[in-house]
Structures are given as C-alpha cells and as structure tokens.
C-alpha cells in the first residue's frame, strides 16, 4: 500500500526523506533569489532611477560600466531606443574617452 506508514518509515530509515527536503530547500532558496532579482519594489525604483541617470564610469572599466547600466537599465524597466541610450552611455563615460570617440567622428 502506497504511503502506508511502514514506508514513510522505509524512508526516514534510508535517508530519502531528508536529501528530498533539502533538495526542495535549496529549490526554494533559488526560486526566492530569482523572484528578488527580477522584481524592484515601487519605493526602491525612484532610487535606481536617480542611480541610473547619475551613473559614471569614473575608475571602471568600460566593460563594467556597460553591465552597470544594462542592469539598471533592466531593472528600472527602462526601455530606450539605441539613440537615447548610447547618448545615456557616452554621457557617462570618462572625459578623456569621450575627447576620443569625438575625435573618431
């Protein structure tokens, strides 16, 4: 008989019963970390705003400082066209590489 209490005993005794547990914790676990990253609560999105349109390359590498703003970009729920943000990215960068990609146009 299926789920009869010998056999729930059959899987504490083997160890079964806990490994499934865990696993289901560690599911959990991950399933709220995800949840997290791809949610912005209302009252912390007026701050990764402020935080995006302030956003400078300052010591960082350029490669970095794409990241930073793709992600505050995503999580802002920012949708720009290719014009405005390549504007928001050359706005940002440092004077000296700015002098440069003038110069190159």
Known sequence: MAGSPTDFNDC??????????????????????????HFVLPYYQC?????LQ??????????TYYQES?????????HEDDADASARFFGGLNHDIQNILDYKE
Not at 47 to 51: C, E, P, S
Request: glycine residues 8%; positive net charge; aromatic residues 2%.
């Open 12 to 37: 504490v005794s083997k160890g079964e019963l806990t490994t499934s547990i865990t696993e289901q914790c560690n599911l959990m676990t991950e399933l709220t970390r995800n949840v997290k990253s």
């Open 47 to 51: 701050d990764l705003r402020l935080k």
């Open 70 to 78: 793709l992600i505050g970009l995503a999580y802002c729920g920012v």
């Open 54 to 63: 302030t956003l400078k390359q300052g010591d960082k590498n350029i490669e």
